[in-house]
């Protein structure tokens, strides 16, 4: 493939919108697990009592129950990012393939 080539693809609608979705995807879906993260580290640095209170006077600990959110929710947001690479960014990018290929 020629430089030239690989301008023109470059300067393709379909391969701006495909870097731009991607690129939203990938840094909204960061910001989001980093908030997370760091609202856990934060809530163990400024009150690590919270996170050794029963609930319900059982052995299951706020601390537990934020655990089990957290891996949830990377879960939750592993699942989303798939579901919209699937269905969103592979077409998009199958049918830049297909035009370049022309």
């Known amino acids: 493939m020629s430089p030239q080539d690989i301008e023109l693809i470059h300067q393709h609608p379909n391969f701006i919108q495909l870097v731009r ?43 537990m129950l934020v655990g089990v959110v957290i891996v949830v929710l990377a879960f939750a947001l592993t699942g989303f990012y798939v579901y919209r690479a699937n269905n969103v960014i592979d077409p998009l990018n199958e049918k830049l393939k297909q035009e370049c290929a022309r």
């Open 21 to 63: 979705r991607k690129q939203k995807l990938y840094w909204s879906l960061s910001l989001i697990m980093l908030v997370i993260y760091f609202g856990f580290v934060l809530l163990v640095a400024f009150s690590p009592s919270t996170l050794g209170q029963s609930l319900s006077g059982g052995v299951t600990t706020v601390g």
